[in-house]
């Protein structure tokens, strides 16, 4: 079996599956499951506003353990949601931090081979930036973990984002799916059909034409759709389902967010 077919297969297997989770965790019984999606995406914005905000590492770190606690009454494993974020994060942070622990003016901290020294002050930015972008990086994947997609799109009016950026936005989500539904099924078709290993020529060959075809099908899928819409009544606007009422529960929970962002504010270095 060709090694590049086989790895794409796994790559939207894994995708396919990453989102189906995704989908079960946002019907769980948890905290974050039964607030209000309007009050949810205002309040996490707000916490990701406090930590870009504060200056304090025991604020941060405090937000961080917050978003832990989250995870946890939202039935979410802590263990799934620490992996989800940190195993990325150091590839992605790390690289743009890592000159930061030579090249800050400070006090030393280690002495590296190469004469390389690693500073206090450098050490302390980049534990900055990675709890920083660790605690950002927890509460938008709480806030997509917990929401159902349609209910996400539909609190962006909250935001007063326009109605035809939302309709884009929730036929993207539901095509992307689409799409690779599709291309895994051409992938597992031309797996079943292949015997020995290919040639690197053969394996060119044979993702030109999956791709090629898939954007034949997508194109055509785009057409089918509009014009299934239109004989549904769509004529620009998409009517949505009416959001929910705002609970005790949620009032509760907008109190709390409030003073935790003051104190966040209030707390200086």
């Known amino acids: 079996m060709s090694s590049v077919l086989a790895r794409s297969l796994r790559e939207i297997s894994?995708?396919?599956?990453?989102?189906?989770?995704?989908?079960?965790?946002?019907r769980r019984s948890g905290w974050l499951q039964s607030l209000d999606a309007r009050v949810k995406l205002v309040t996490l914005l707000a916490l990701i506003l406090a930590v870009s905000l504060t200056h304090s590492l025991a604020v941060l770190a405090g937000l961080y353990l917050l978003t832990l606690v989250l995870a946890w009454a939202s039935a979410i494993g802590v263990v799934y949601f620490i992996k989800r974020v940190w195993l990325a994060l150091p590839f992605f942070t790390g690289i743009m931090a890592l000159p930061a622990l030579f090249l800050t003016p400070g006090a030393p901290l280690w002495r590296l081979p190469l004469g390389l020294v690693v500073t206090r002050t450098g050490a302390v930015t980049?534990?900055?930036?990675?709890?920083?972008?660790?605690?950002?990086?927890?509460?938008?994947?709480?806030?997509?973990?917990?929401?159902?997609?349609?209910?996400?799109?539909?609190?962006?009016?909250?935001?007063?984002?326009?109605?035809?950026?939302?309709?884009?936005?929730?036929?993207?989500?539901?095509?992307?799916?689409?799409?690779?539904?599709?291309?895994?099924d051409m992938f597992l078709s031309r797996q079943s059909?292949?015997?020995?290993?290919?040639?690197?020529?053969?394996?060119?060959?044979?993702?030109?034409?999956?791709?090629?075809?898939?954007?034949?099908?997508?194109?055509?899928?785009?057409?089918?759709?509009?014009?299934?819409?239109?004989?549904?009544?769509?004529?620009?606007?998409?009517?949505?389902?009416?959001?929910?009422?705002?609970?005790?529960?949620?009032?509760?929970?907008?109190?709390?967010?409030?003073?935790?962002?003051?104190?966040?504010?209030?707390?200086?270095?």
């Open 14 to 26: 894994e995708r396919l599956e990453r989102s189906l989770v995704a989908e079960e965790i946002s």
């Open 126 to 184: 980049v534990l900055f930036l990675l709890l920083r972008v660790g605690a950002s990086a927890s509460l938008a994947l709480l806030l997509v973990l917990t929401t159902p997609w349609a209910a996400l799109l539909r609190a962006l009016t909250v935001l007063r984002v326009p109605d035809v950026v939302v309709l884009v936005l929730g036929m993207t989500y539901r095509y992307i799916y689409v799409l690779l539904r599709l291309t895994n």
């Open 193 to 269: 059909r292949v015997l020995g290993r290919l040639s690197t020529r053969q394996e060119r060959s044979i993702e030109a034409a999956i791709a090629g075809t898939l954007l034949a099908r997508s194109l055509h899928m785009s057409g089918e759709v509009y014009l299934a819409m239109q004989s549904r009544g769509f004529r620009g606007y998409a009517h949505t389902l009416r959001p929910g009422k705002i609970t005790m529960r949620d009032g509760v929970w907008m109190a709390i967010v409030a003073l935790v962002v003051l104190a966040t504010i209030l707390v200086v270095r």
